[in-house]
């Protein structure tokens, strides 16, 4: 999958639950902040499984 195939999929998946619709860049920006401390603490656990969810996160949140 290229990135830009992964921004589409992202974009949709964020229309399909009205998430783009009742957001704004800000939300996002802190959204993205929020999701990158919670994979900062998977990361400093040792939780391998969280810190592939966080990466997940952060980047959904991002695109």
Do not use: Y
């Not at 974009?11 to 999701?35: C, F, G, M, N, Y």
């Not at 400093?44 to 990466?55: P, T």
Request: proline share 2%; hydrophobic share 45%.
């Amino acid at each position: 999958m290229t990135f830009e195939e992964l921004e589409l999929a992202v974009q949709k998946w964020a229309d399909d639950r009205e998430i783009t619709a009742h957001s704004s860049p800000r939300a996002q920006l802190l959204k993205a902040v929020s999701e990158l401390g919670e994979l900062c603490d998977a990361e400093i656990k040792n939780d391998l499984e969280g810190v592939v969810d966080g990466v997940g996160d952060v980047l959904v949140c991002l695109i």
